[in-house]
Structure formats: structure tokens, C-alpha cells
């Protein structure tokens, strides 16, 4: 054995190499740069442990810790203010009994969990059902086309452009397979909302349904109203940040068919990039075409309450042809961290979280938007983040709030490739910025002039 956690020998380990066509272990990380690579801790010999322990301890203090940053950083996931209780109560042994929730008689601590997720995003959304949880709200976007498409039985699709442009790539991916053509709906230019004469246009005798943010992926507050009485005859589906809906009119009182969103801002830590949940809610007459799990609420012999599986429409339990998803898990532990959040900050608690961002966001905007070669970039309605126009080099104002301990704004480019977001940039504010934060991001902006 040539390593002792890597139970593999040489001749098998040369097989591995072989058939995915690189040559040896160090050939297979070639992208990462020599001087990152790390074949072995840089000790001196001889050294006791103390001196060992101490030397780690130098180099872990060389990694950057969020706390010592000010994040204005958003495009989907966002930092927010984390209850404390949550890590205690998230690792109790009544909600992490099993794995998978296929054995109700063990599990019921996480079966009860999912029961109570979905109760909370339902009345969050507006909507009638909700699935135990997906992956993220990318992946939740596209099981929404694919869902549309399977309902109506057409292969057309149409997708806001400013929906997050991560998630029109997923949405382009999931749609290759069945081959479902993707085919996107401008948005005005000024107010960065969806242009309804466009989308009216859009809609053809094969169209399934139709996706929009809401937010936006601008930040821009969508009028789902407007959109609604376009969208009458084909299935409109609203992906959201859900914090936003502590204030916001819920998308089902729109008469929306299906509800996605990104829940990492309920509890959800940044780490990896962000501790994603994908949530999707329907109305009750789709609930078989509705990917993942769905947990109900049920009585034994004895009369006691009980938590069950009670609808899973995939392929290992019913007919391939039937099922709605290749979907095969759920991030149960992002649910859960999500639940548990919730109940903390119950209905006050999470609109003061929404109210908080709202208010602190447009403060700031207001000021960037007093300064010299910096502007709002559309003049559409946005809830806690918002677009900006700069005379500098969106990267370059990046770079130079990171050496300020500043992570933000966002420089759209990035993201999107569309050369006409060469000069925007994204802000984010929370709930978890305070004041003197944002009044020297502010200052540090406007002294980048």
C-alpha cells in the first residue's frame, strides 16, 4: 500500500490514470499553479510538538476569515446574521436519525423536520405543496422547466435575461437532453425590469411556460402582476430570494403556478461558497409532476401522530417513464439548519431581517448615487441590492475593496459576458452590515475617484 488512507496499489492506481487519459497523480493537477501545490508540511526535523502545533497555528492565521471582512457581496448567496442556538439545536439527535427518510418507524426526527420545511414554505410562497427541498436554487430552476414542460407537453421554454445568469446555464443544460429550446426575454434598459411587449411576443402555440426573478438577478423587484396577465396560458414560474418575501407580497397570491428560490440566507453559512438549498413550491393539482420528496402527516393504529413519505416521483420507485426527476437526494441538513431558523425568527423576526436590508440598501444607494462618475443603473424598484454604474473599471474597484478588508461590489462582467455590463457592478446589504460598515464602503468608493 502505497499510502496509508489510499488503499490502492501502483498497478491500480496506474489503471485509474490510464483510463481517464493522464499519465501520472501530478498530471492530473496541472491547472493548479506550482507554487499552491503542497506535497508535504514544510517542518523542520526535530521539532517537539508544541513547536509543531505553534508553526500550524502561524500558518493558519495567514487565511482570511470573513468576520474580519465587511461583505457588500451578493449575486445569490449573501451573508446574514446567524442565530447562534442554531449549530446547538441542528446537531440533536432527534432531527439527525437517518440518512434517508425511507424507514419512517427510525426516522422520524428528520421526517417531522421536512414536514414542518415545507408547512413554512408554503406559507412563505403562497403556494399549496412544497417538496422537502432540492439542491439549490439553480438546479430548482430547472426541475421548474422541466416540470412546465412535462405538463404541458410542449418544448419551448422562455427565461427572463435577467434571471441569475448561473441559472440560465443550468436551465440550458437540463434542457439538451429532452431537447427543450431555451429561448430568453430582454429586459428594459432603464428601469432593468422584464419588457412585456417582448415577453408577449416571445409566447408561441408551443410555449410551456415562462421563468422570471423576483428579485431579479439586478435586484430589481419584478411586477408579477403585469406578467401574470400575459402569461395566462402558459405556466409562469418565480424564482426568488425568499428573505424578500418577509415583505413582499407572496408569489402565489400572484396566481403563480410554481415558487424556486435560493434558501441559504435561512441560517445557511458561506462557507465553499455557500451552504446552498433549493426550495419549489406548486399548487396541489401539480403535485405529481413535482420533483423530490414530500413528507405528510399522518396516525398509527394507536391513534399517535406519525411523519411519512408520503409522494416521491422518481425512477427508483415508480415507473421510469412516470418519474419527474432524476433528483435522488435533498440537502436534509440545510433543511433542517433552515427550519430551525425560521422558528427562531418566526414571522417579526425574519421581517425585520427583510425590512433591515431594505432600509440599510437604500441608504446606501442614495449616497453612491450623489457621487461623481458612479449611478444607479436602472431606475426600477429594488429590495436589498442594487446595480451600479461606474466611469472606473468594476475590477478595479473589486481589487481595491479587497485591500481595504472590503468584499464587494460584484462586477457583473464576471458573470455574464455581456459586454454591456462592462461598466456594472452588484452591491448587496443585510441585515448583517452596520452602519459605520456601510458608511466606509461608501467613502472608500467614492475615494477610489
Not at 495567514?62 to 442565530?83: A, M, Q, T, W
Not at 411556460?209 to 418565480?238: A, C, H, P, S, W
Request: glycine share 8%.
Amino acid at each position: 500500500m502505497p499510502k496509508r488512507y489510499i488503499p490502492h496499489t501502483d498497478g491500480e492506481i496506474k489503471e485509474m490514470l490510464s483510463s481517464i487519459g493522464v499519465k501520472s497523480i501530478e498530471e492530473l493537477f496541472k491547472d493548479l499553479p506550482a507554487e499552491k501545490r503542497v506535497s508535504q508540511l514544510n517542518l523542520n526535523k526535530g521539532l517537539s510538538e508544541t513547536d509543531v502545533l505553534r508553526k500550524m497555528k502561524e500558518w493558519s492565521e495567514r487565511n482570511s476569515d470573513l468576520e474580519d471582512y465587511s461583505v457588500f457581496l451578493g449575486g445569490g448567496i449573501y451573508k446574514h446574521l446567524i442565530p447562534q442556538s442554531i449549530q446547538h439545536i441542528v446537531e440533536r439527535g432527534e432531527f439527525l436519525t437517518a440518512y434517508t427518510p425511507y424507514q419512517a418507524e427510525v426516522s422520524q426526527g428528520s421526517l417531522q423536520m421536512f414536514y414542518e420545511f415545507q408547512t413554512m414554505i408554503c406559507e412563505l410562497t403562497g403556494m399549496d405543496v412544497a417538496n422537502s427541498s432540492m439542491y439549490d436554487g439553480g438546479t430548482a430552476a430547472a426541475e421548474a422547466m422541466l416540470m412546465s414542460c412535462n405538463i404541458k407537453k410542449k418544448n419551448h421554454y422562455l427565461v427572463a435575461e435577467s434571471i441569475h445568469p448561473e441559472y440560465l446555464k443550468i436551465i440550458q443544460t437540463y434542457a439538451k437532453g429532452p431537447e427543450i429550446e431555451i429561448e430568453t426575454v430582454k429586459y428594459n434598459r432603464e428601469t432593468g425590469m422584464i419588457d412585456l411587449e417582448a415577453l408577449k411576443n416571445k409566447i408561441k402555440d408551443n410555449t410551456a411556460g415562462f421563468l422570471m426573478g423576483y428579485t431579479n438577478f439586478f435586484g430589481i423587484i419584478e411586477d408579477v402582476q403585469k406578467v401574470r396577465e400575459i402569461t395566462k396560458e402558459i405556466l409562469l414560474t418565480v424564482s426568488c430570494n425568499p428573505v424578500t418575501l418577509g415583505v413582499l407580497k407572496a408569489p402565489g397570491d400572484f396566481d403563480v403556478d410554481i415558487v424556486t428560490g435560493e434558501a441559504q440566507p435561512f441560517g445557511g453559512s458561506l462557507y465553499l461558497g455557500g451552504m446552498t438549498l433549493g426550495i419549489f413550491a406548486t399548487k396541489k393539482e401539480f403535485i405529481r409532476k413535482m420533483p423530490g420528496r414530500v413528507i405528510g402527516k399522518t396516525t398509527d393504529l394507536d391513534g399517535n401522530p406519525g411523519y411519512v413519505m408520503v409522494l416521491q416521483t422518481r425512477e427508483q420507485h415508480i415507473r421510469r417513464d412516470k418519474a419527474t426527476s432524476n433528483i435522488c437526494s435533498n440537502h436534509a441538513h440545510n433543511a433542517l439548519v433552515a427550519a430551525i431558523y425560521l422558528s427562531l425568527l418566526g414571522n417579526t423576526g425574519l421581517r425585520e431581517v427583510a425590512i433591515q436590508g431594505l432600509k440599510k440598501a437604500h441608504f446606501l444607494a442614495e449616497r453612491i448615487d450623489r457621487m461623481d462618475r458612479y449611478d444607479l443603473a436602472f431606475t426600477g424598484p429594488f429590495f436589498n441590492e442594487f446595480t451600479i454604474k461606474s466611469q472606473n473599471n468594476p475590477k478595479y474597484i473589486r481589487d481595491e475593496m479587497i485591500k481595504e478588508k472590503i468584499m464587494g461590489p460584484l462586477p457583473l462582467m464576471e458573470l455574464t459576458a455581456n459586454e454591456e455590463h462592462e461598466q456594472l457592478s452588484l452591491i448587496a446589504v443585510t441585515e448583517a452590515n452596520r452602519m459605520e460598515e456601510i458608511a466606509y464602503f461608501a467613502s472608500r468608493l467614492e475615494g477610489l475617484l
